[in-house]
């Protein structure tokens, strides 16, 4: 990586210099104040910078050797799935007729990117084992949103008004109690046992004539299946509540089990992670939601369906529908990607991906087992959670390995998440990485360990080789610059 | 199993693998999934294409579609067809930026955290607002959260909208409202804007905000200042504008009228149509509501060598901290779509920004000047940027299929959203539309209304 600062694209601006090209203007030009009340227009320009083309070219250049992607190196984030983002998915994403369309067009003059759309549902209806999927949502969280909102109208078009409160194990991704509340529910927090899955007692004694809903990823956040995954959802399903599934660990399971069969209601699957639509340093995702035919009337308007014709087009005729989740019908670019990817793998080999995952997962969980502790003995799924409980003790912290892993070329895992295990350590290889490379993290993350003990300060004091070290998040927090004045220059 | 390419475990990786975690079979690490829900066969998705194949089957759905790159457009209504610089997809193609995640990491992530709190400085300069976020999925959704930060900031439940609102956006509000028990309150246009009368009627100290889009649905551009006037008129009441960000090129921005929270989308700066998403919210706001905004925010600061850099900041507002208690759910946001509005804003800078502004407004002008020569009315008499609605005297999909075969696609259809607006059609010109393509297009519509 570059060393030394970049200067802000604003430091570099000099009155005169473009980087764009338009042609002259070829119709007469009215004087703006004949077409505008003079108050309304612009007195002042933005003070946006003015740079040549190659420069800026070397600036977003100089940015993206300071910045560091799947394309760069290992990236074993928990919870994220940061596996390779194929290339041909980007130049289908970029073909013409796909980006060069407008959403109101007329259906016919549509038909290929309904028809791409149509077929992207049905393949995620077969891989999530549920009746019919949307498009629509944005990202993972905007699914679950969404999914909450289906049961929430499915519960109103019943008269159950008392069903106030989703239920949410302790291990959650921050992401589902904050959608229950945007979605009006009360949060009712659910124990995880000794073992990390639902304590099913636990779960008897909370659900009840309230309950609208139980949130659960499985494989679970700590990576582990939840073995009882039928008694849960009938648990919940005595209880008059749904089971909504939360797709964020789908990687673990095509093909060798489906929400549908495991009696899940409501399901969100994150294209951005297992279908390797590409993260962007934080979306564009998309985050489609399948549901149960009870639930169908509910789903967000429109449907994209195939008539008896043959041809593809919108339903609007959706009375009971929650209404729209999002203008327009969801990151179709995204959705282009994710289709290509379902194309190339196939069946077969989306369950390769799930075995590979798997396997590379335990793998690595094997490796690491006599240098830290794993709290859990079951076999992990795609993720498994180490604890830096023992490194701890010599006064090294799990931020402090992640920040040293950042010295050896590594994104490190995601960390201190779950909150119920002690300086928690989240590590997703995926299936796209080699042993090799496998090995060489194991034998890194080893050595870090070990230099825990014999030069803390080494850890403590890390990354060191990074183009910048530890920044100060406190003063960041207590005095906020969140935009460039240029009295603010640094030194 | 090399016959992926994206899966690199050979069969001997397998075999030396499964004897290390001291199993036989792949099956064991399944083993605790129950066989009454483990999945037989092969899951029936469609069948896997070569490289060489996909790209044939996919190239051949886009040929099935019009393109805009091919057939002129005067469709807008909230996504318009406008020039992008090749700069643009030249850096989001790089692979340091596309295959990163949030940058949580910020000593890796420099690159990601600087483009962004370039992002939030063109936003707040655009909008002449004190503070922006990172991104928001989309224009829609921005509205939304708009309403509801309002809502949470003033604890009240009204929130009066205007109907020159884009339609769908005030859809996605209704969804939202309902799981926050908010009471929306609808304000009828009258002649292209808002009724002001009913506005004021309306407005009470019951209300969290009032929200008007600049330009609106119709291309007008509404009375910000009497708005504003009206809105603050309430004793907490804020003022939420959703804007065409390159409208705000020419016209003076939300921020100097006294808005308190400006949303829009960034589609317009750099970013292509793809059909309606993924483009990119942009939410702006004044000063004392920096720490209730939602989504990802970019701060700077030091290293511990005193060197400046860039870190995630105020993230008690956000999910993974507060989690029922965030001021938003949203985790994923745009970020790939707001560096590619960044880079198209840097390359249009100070002058460009103006200049297509101008070009858009000239250009519509003189559409309408044409469309009025071929004796097509033009509905309403207020200013307008680069949009504005005729009357097509017939229902405007068949205009529209007629205006097809004659090589044009047609405005939108406002009868879509209202029969009041039955046989309206909107029609947007950009920068994009020659002098000869608007001639063209004038005198093919003409015909067809006439014939």
Redesign the interface.
């Known amino acids: 990586m570059a060393n030394g600062n970049q200067p802000l694209i604003f430091e570099q601006s000099k009155p005169g210099r473009v980087a764009y090209s338009l042609p002259e203007l070829d119709v007469p030009e009215k004087p703006l104040e004949e077409l505008i009340g003079t108050e309304y227009i612009r007195q002042e320009k933005p003070a946006w910078p003015e740079v040549s083309e190659l420069q800026l070219i070397r600036h977003y250049m100089a940015l993206s050797r300071r910045n560091f992607g799947v394309d760069n190196g290992f990236y074993p984030l928990g919870s994220c799935t940061m596996k390779y983002n194929p290339k041909v998915n980007e130049a289908v994403a970029r073909l013409d007729g796909l980006t060069k369309i407008h959403p109101y067009q007329d259906e016919e003059t549509v038909q290929g990117a309904l028809e791409l759309l149509y077929r992207l549902q049905t393949n995620l209806e077969e891989i999530s084992g549920m009746d019919t999927v949307t498009l629509q949502p944005a990202a993972g969280a905007h699914g679950e949103w969404t999914g909450l909102m289906i049961i929430r109208a499915f519960h109103e078009a019943n008269h159950d008004s008392k069903r106030t409160k989703v239920i949410i194990p302790d291990t959650a991704h921050g992401t589902n109690p904050a959608s229950a509340s945007v979605a009006g529910f009360e949060i009712v927090t659910v124990k995880s046992d000794k073992n990390g899955l639902i304590d099913l007692e636990d779960l008897k004694r909370v659900a009840d004539e309230h309950t609208a809903a139980l949130m659960l990823t499985n494989p679970n956040t700590l990576g582990l299946f939840e073995t009882h995954i039928q008694d849960i959802a009938n648990i919940v399903h005595a209880a008059g509540g749904k089971v909504y599934y939360d797709g964020a660990n789908m990687n673990a399971i095509m093909g060798m089990t489906r929400p549908g069969d495991m009696g899940y209601d409501v399901v969100h699957l994150n294209l951005h992670k297992t279908f390797t639509g590409p993260h962007g340093g934080g979306g564009p995702g998309s985050g489609p939601v399948g549901v149960r035919k009870e639930l169908e009337p509910f789903l967000p308007e429109p449907l994209i369906i195939r008539k008896a014709d043959g041809s593809y087009g919108f339903d609007y005729n959706r009375p009971q529908s929650i209404g729209r989740v999002k203008a327009f019908y969801g990151n179709f670019g995204i959705n282009v990607r994710a289709y290509a990817y379902i194309r190339t793998m196939g069946g077969k080999g989306l369950n390769q991906v799930s075995r590979d995952a798997v396997l590379n997962a335990n793998y690595l969980l094997k490796r690491l087992s006599d240098e830290f502790d794993t709290p859990f003995k079951q076999f992990c799924k795609h993720e498994f959670v180490l604890s830096g409980s023992r490194q701890k003790k010599l006064g090294v912290r799990t931020l402090d390995m992640a920040k040293r892993l950042l010295d050896f070329g590594y994104y490190p895992p995601t960390i201190y998440f779950p909150l119920i295990v002690d300086e928690a350590m989240m590590i997703e290889p995926t299936e796209t990485e080699s042993k090799e490379t496998l090995d060489q993290f194991a034998d890194h993350l080893i050595e870090i360990s070990k230099e825990a003990s014999e030069h803390p300060e080494v850890v403590q004091e890390a990354p060191h080789r990074t183009v910048i070290r530890r920044l100060d998040e406190t003063r960041a927090a207590r005095h906020p610059i969140l935009r460039y004045q240029p009295a603010s220059k640094g030194e | 199993?090399s016959e992926?390419r994206?899966?690199?475990?050979t069969e001997e990786?397998?075999q030396?693998?499964?004897k290390?975690?001291?199993v036989d079979s792949?099956e064991?690490?399944?083993?605790?999934?129950?066989e009454?829900?483990?999945?037989k066969g092969?899951?029936?998705?469609?069948?896997?294409?070569s490289?060489p194949e996909?790209?044939n089957?996919?190239?051949?759905?886009?040929?099935?579609?019009?393109?805009?790159?091919?057939v002129p457009?005067f469709?807008g209504?909230?996504?318009y067809?406008h020039?992008i610089?090749s700069?643009v997809?030249?850096?989001i193609?790089?692979?340091?930026?596309?295959?990163?995640?949030?940058?949580?990491?910020?000593?890796?992530?420099?690159?990601?955290l600087?483009?962004i709190?370039?992002f939030?400085?063109?936003v707040?300069?655009?909008t002449g607002m004190?503070?922006?976020n990172?991104?928001m999925?989309?224009?829609?959704?921005a509205l939304a959260e708009a309403a509801?930060l309002s809502s949470g900031a003033t604890r009240k439940k009204k929130i009066i909208i205007s109907e020159t609102v884009?339609p769908?956006?005030r859809?996605?509000l209704?969804?939202?409202a309902?799981?926050?028990?908010l009471d929306v309150v609808l304000i009828p246009e009258n002649k292209g804007t808002v009724d002001l009368a009913q506005l004021e009627k309306a407005v009470d100290d019951e209300t969290a905000c009032v929200i008007v889009q600049y330009p609106n649905f119709f291309g007008q551009?509404e009375p910000?200042?009497e708005i504003e006037t009206l809105t603050h008129s309430a004793k907490k009441a804020h003022l939420i504008v959703s804007s065409n960000p390159l409208a705000?090129?020419?016209?003076?921005?939300p921020g100097s009228f006294g808005a308190d929270i400006v949303v829009g989308d960034c589609q317009p700066l750099g970013i292509?149509?793809?059909?309606?998403?993924?483009h990119?919210g942009f939410f702006a706001v004044k000063k004392n509501l920096?720490r209730k905004v939602p989504g990802?925010?970019?701060?700077?600061?030091?290293?511990?060598?005193?060197?400046?850099?860039?870190?995630l900041?105020?993230?008690?507002r956000?999910?993974?901290?507060?989690?029922?208690?965030?001021t938003?759910?949203?985790?994923?946001?745009?970020?790939?779509?707001a560096?590619a509005s960044s880079?198209a804003?840097?390359?249009?800078?100070?002058?460009?920004?103006?200049?297509?502004a101008?070009?858009n407004?000239?250009?519509a002008?003189?559409a309408a000047d044409q469309l009025d020569r071929q004796g097509i009315k033009i509905v309403f008499e207020g200013?307008y940027f680069n949009e504005f609605v005729i009357d097509c005297g017939k229902p405007v999909?068949e205009v529209?299929?007629s205006l097809?075969k004659k090589g044009f696609?047609g405005g939108?259809?406002l009868g879509r959203d209202s029969s009041a607006l039955k046989n309206k059609m909107l029609i947007a010109v950009t920068?994009m539309r020659?002098?000869n393509q608007?001639d063209q297009f004038a005198e093919a519509l003409g015909g067809i209304i006439r014939g």
């Open positions: 199993m992926f994206y899966l690199p475990v990786d397998r030396s693998m499964l290390t975690i001291g792949d064991a690490l399944f083993s605790d999934i129950p009454a829900i483990r999945f092969e899951l029936n998705v469609e069948k896997a294409l490289e996909l790209l089957f996919l190239s051949g759905l886009a040929k099935k579609n019009v393109s805009t790159g091919d457009s469709l209504a909230g996504v067809d020039y610089p700069v997809d030249s850096v193609s790089r692979g340091e930026f596309y295959t990163a995640y949030t940058p949580y990491q910020a000593e890796v992530s420099q690159g990601e600087q483009a709190f370039e939030q400085t063109l707040c300069e655009l004190d503070a922006a990172s991104s999925y989309d224009g829609s959704t509801m884009h769908e956006y859809q996605v209704s969804t939202y309902h799981g926050q028990h551009i910000l200042k705000l090129g020419l016209l003076t921005p292509s149509q793809s059909f309606g998403g993924p990119c920096i990802r925010l970019v701060g700077e600061t030091v290293d511990e060598d005193g060197r400046r850099g860039y870190v900041t105020l993230q008690a956000e999910q993974h901290i507060r989690r029922d208690k965030a938003s759910n949203i985790c994923s946001n745009q970020a790939l779509n560096l880079v804003m840097v390359a249009f800078g100070k002058k460009g920004i103006r200049e297509i101008v070009q407004l000239q250009k002008h003189y200013p999909r529209n299929r097809l696609i939108y259809d920068e020659t002098r608007i």
